[in-house]
């Protein structure tokens, strides 16, 4: 606000002389400008952005783990969904059904049949049976059973002896074995399978020849197991024994031997091979094919209704989903998306104007408005993540935003902000109004019960309460809507037939559990915010009340540098901090970021002590030897100086913000006037520049700065009184408020009138306080 001469006229506003411009070309004035432009450009680019992350080109799907549908829910569009469980057991079976492979060494057949060929010759070669040796004889002919009668074994011999000189020589016999023996050799030979049934099929095996890589041929168990083949031996030796010529009754003789030998020594050469088995077994699998289930469109039931969804039904309702969105036309994805980005406007645009005539340095500051887009993405982005069907805790990031915006703006903004991310995140993921309406009660309860923070525990408490809040929202809320709510495994874990029984309802249960998990994630969200409270005053540039009883303190080093070399200005801090503090209070301002600011508001000034009244002493006003236009540059310097050893220090922006401007664009009136009595004096001393004599601002930007400079000028003209009266402090306060008021230093902070009414009587009151009348002792009548 502005009165008198430092009013400007603006022309193009209405005035009397003026034309007044229209709304649109005002409009496209503002829209020309680079800054709007660029900021213009970035909340575009937020918006595409969330349109990103929430998938703003499909609906979501509105199904979770235990929602309970109010009718079945029947498919919208034709799908099928591949049966793992039926595959799986299709694949089971056919790999217990694959044939095991064996592999088949014929080398321990190809030495017994050379065996059995050398000791046959020997046989040929004995011309009586007492010739032979009779262990050798007992392999060909064992002894008859017990009750049988012995046979000669001279006639068996000659018969030997007449095959062989018949024509049958040993290459021969061999040939002929080796005829009989080719079937066996072909698939081998085992005593007994070494799989089980359970293991495998026990009809057939596959056969892989030794130093093969692959199987050559299947063959049943008849074919390979010893006990079975040997029926057949007996006749093929006899066949080909007679192929060779001779009489028939010496062919017989020979065959029989012959088996007689080889029945008891037929070796096993077959085994099992387990990689090449393993191999058969995974391509039984990968000749399996797929099993679907088939769902049809507007017949098929997907969820029964009025029962809560299972891991099954989501599975299912997912398929459909996906389904449902690759039948979706591009008209209908591009309308979905251009509505979702109307919302994402529309939202800009409300929290826009507010932030516009609420809280314009967030418009104003460009840090500011990038930390702002970049917390609204980012919560966003943390609670898509956090709605995870098995745990739904995004409530957490929600609730860090709100207590986050409610300390680094105001109650009211974060409230419209945090009701603004509530609703991108229920529309973004569908929950729905009973969500909505739970997140907007939890976000509001956190800000709402946010005030000062000056304990490490209050953000614990206030977690706490949140979390009762919520708990009862969620109990009133899913009571209406018929829905539980919070983490659908733990929930759904207590929805059971005994509990149900035990209470009488079947949504009770998990109700509570899920009222209780969102009461424990807002818990938690105050403890998490306990730790990253540091962080986020260093980010939004803000003091918490902790910190700033933290940065107060005494100790600090500029203070105590302060004490050391500017004395005086440090006591003045000091009482203007207490006055300040309770001025600021009585106007619901924030007293102790004034106090705080107080303290450190003129550390420039121990730079050059002496030339400021409080510390000089004995050796005389400094001043006097000084142009006033230089004792002006000392004075003005003060401000740039402690704001240079505040940035030094790492002091908070907001009390740099003090220091740079608790004089504002004031005048410094005692050189000023001293200027003008020299210039009169002096005819050629040139003309007189007020601007040479104020102090170069900025003006109080906020009602704390606008306090600080009230405070900080009325309780050093108070020094000068010397009858310190109650009347003469308030005119002084009020003379002094009003000079200000009128040289239009208030015109930035959102100072009102009454409130300047009121500061006045808080200042009043204190100074009254500190100067109030004292009783002399009797000996120091005369002092």
């Known amino acids: 606000m502005s009165y008198g001469p430092n009013r400007r006229y603006k022309p193009g506003r209405g005035g009397s002389l003026g034309l007044s411009r229209s709304s649109l070309s005002r409009l496209v004035e503002t829209l020309s400008r680079t800054d709007v432009l660029v900021r213009l450009c970035l909340a575009f680019a937020a918006a595409l952005i969330l349109w990103a992350i929430t998938g703003g080109w499909a609906p979501p799907s509105s199904f979770r783990t235990g929602y309970v549908p109010r009718r079945d829910i029947i498919a919208r569009v034709d799908f099928s969904v591949d049966n793992i469980k039926k595959t799986d057991e299709l694949k089971r079976q056919a790999r217990q059904q694959a044939e095991w492979v064996y592999e088949n060494n014929l080398r321990p057949l190809e030495e017994k049949r050379q065996e059995l060929a050398n000791k046959m010759s020997l046989l040929s070669q004995s011309e009586t049976i007492d010739m032979v040796d009779p262990t050798v004889w007992r392999e060909f002919n064992p002894p008859p059973p017990p009750d049988t009668p012995a046979t000669d074994d001279a006639p068996k011999l000659a018969a030997i002896r007449a095959f062989f000189s018949s024509g049958m020589d040993s290459g021969k016999f061999d040939e002929a074995l080796k005829r009989a023996l080719l079937p066996l050799e072909r698939s081998g030979l085992l005593n007994t399978l070494a799989h089980t049934s359970d293991q495998g099929p026990q009809g057939y095996i596959l056969i892989r020849p030794s130093g093969e890589p692959k199987w050559s041929h299947r063959a049943s168990i008849d074919e390979v197991q010893i006990s079975k083949v040997k029926p057949g031996l007996k006749q093929r030796l006899l066949d080909e024994m007679q192929s060779q010529g001779g009489m028939n009754t010496n062919s017989e003789i020979v065959a029989q031997l012959t088996y007689n030998w080889l029945e008891s020594r037929l070796p096993s050469t077959l085994s099992p091979d387990p990689i090449a088995t393993n191999d058969e ?27 809560p969804l299972g891991p099954t039904q989501m599975e299912l309702l997912r398929h459909e989903y996906v389904a449902w969105l690759q039948e979706m036309s591009i008209s209908r994805r591009i309308s979905h998306s251009a509505s979702l980005f109307g919302m994402y406007t529309a939202l800009a645009v409300l929290c826009g104007f507010y932030i516009y005539h609420r809280k314009r340095r967030v418009l104003t500051d460009l840090r500011q408005y990038i930390t702002l887009l970049a917390s609204v993405i980012t919560t966003v982005w943390l609670c898509w993540i956090c709605a995870a069907d098995q745990w739904r805790v ?50 509001a309860a956190a800000i709402l019960l946010l005030r000062r923070i000056r304990s490490r525990t209050k953000l614990i408490y206030v977690g706490a309460f949140t979390g009762a809040v919520v708990m009862l929202t969620t109990i009133g809320v899913g009571t209406l809507a018929g829905q539980a709510f919070g983490a659908a495994n733990i929930a759904m874990a207590f929805s059971t037939p005994e509990a149900a029984d035990l209470v009488g309802s079947s949504l009770l249960p998990s109700l509570m559990v899920g009222a209780a998990w969102c009461g424990f994630c807002a818990l938690l969200a105050g403890l998490l915010m306990t730790g990253l409270l540091p962080f986020i005053e260093r980010l939004f540039d803000v003091q918490a009340d902790i910190s700033l009883l933290e940065l107060g303190d005494v100790q600090h080093p500029l203070l105590q540098e302060l004490v050391r070399r500017a004395p005086g200005t440090y006591n003045h801090s000091i009482n203007v901090a207490s006055i300040a503090e309770t001025a600021a209070e009585a106007i619901h301002a924030n007293g102790l970021l004034v106090r705080v600011g107080a303290y450190f508001h003129d550390i420039g000034k121990m730079l050059k002590p002496s030339y400021f009244v409080e510390n000089q002493g004995s050796e005389g006003n400094r001043h006097e030897s ?13 401000v740039k100086d402690g704001a240079d050893l505040a940035r030094q220090h790492h002091l908070p922006q907001s009390i740099i913000d003090f220091i740079e401007q608790h004089h504002g664009t004031t005048l410094v009136e005692y050189f000023f006037r001293r200027e003008a009595k020299r210039l009169e004096s002096d005819p050629d001393g040139g003309e007189l520049d007020e601007s040479t004599f104020r102090y170069p601002g900025p003006k109080p930007q906020t009602k704390e700065a606008a306090v600080l400079m009230i405070s900080d000028v009325v309780e050093s003209a108070s020094r000068a009184l010397t009858d310190p009266t109650p009347s003469r402090i308030e005119s002084l306060v009020h003379d002094l408020a009003m000079k200000r008021l009128l040289d239009g230093q208030f015109d930035e902070c959102g100072l009102t009138l009454q409130e300047l009414r009121v500061l006045e009587d808080s200042l009043v009151k204190s100074l009254t306080a500190v100067y109030h009348g004292r009783v002399k002792y009797p000996e120091h009548q005369t002092v």
Request: glycine share 6%; proline share 3%; hydrophobic share 55%.
């Open 626 to 638: 000084l142009q006033p236009a230089m004792s002006t540059l000392v004075i003005i310097a003060h």
């Open 281 to 307: 077994q995974v391509r039984a699998e990968a000749e399996v094919a797929m099993v679907s289930d088939s769902y049809r469109k507007g017949e098929s039931e997907l969820a029964p209704g009025g029962l």
């Open 394 to 443: 995004e409530i957490i990031p929600l609730l860090l935003f709100g207590m986050t915006a409610a300390i680094a703006y105001e109650k009211e903004l974060a409230l419209l902000l945090s009701a603004s991310v509530s609703l991108i995140v229920a529309f973004s993921l569908e929950q729905g109004l009973a969500e909505f309406v739970i997140l907007v009660s939890s976000v």
